[in-house]
């Protein structure tokens, strides 16, 4: 089955960098679109970052910030995330789509969600 697992989350201060990573397994990883989304508390779960064919996509409050890359030869989909900022805590979720290319900004656009993993950020 499909599985995506992430990993990279952590403690962190003011401006420093973290790197998120999801390894997924159990279909063809290819290039179809991935995301990351992230959840803090009593809030929304929103969109970080997007990469499809078409490119990438990024949220307001990371653009310049958040990089979303790929590698497809190791079916992982990446977020590096530097200057952070007590406003980034929250848990970030890796989410995938397995049957199309095309990058998505809403939440039901993804099929298959990772369980999460913490990014606490202290000032």
């Known amino acids: 089955q499909v599985q995506l697992v992430e990993s990279g989350g952590g403690l962190a201060q003011a401006g420093d960098s973290l790197r998120l990573s999801c390894a997924a397994s159990?279909?063809?990883?290819?290039?179809?679109?991935m995301a990351w989304f992230r959840q803090a508390p009593g809030k929304e779960r929103d969109l970080v970052a997007a990469i499809g064919w078409s490119g990438t996509y990024y949220a307001d409050s990371v653009k310049g910030r958040f990089t979303i890359s790929r590698d497809n030869a190791k079916n992982a989909v990446y977020l590096q995330m530097n200057s952070l900022t007590p406003e980034d805590t929250a848990v970030y979720y890796c989410?995938?789509?397995?049957?199309?290319?095309?990058?998505?900004?809403?939440?039901?656009?993804?099929?298959?969600w990772g369980r999460g993993t913490q990014v606490t950020v202290s000032s």
């Open positions: 989410a995938a789509k397995i049957n199309s290319f095309t990058l998505t900004r809403s939440l039901t656009g993804y099929p298959y």
């Open positions: 159990g279909y063809t990883f290819s290039s179809y679109a």
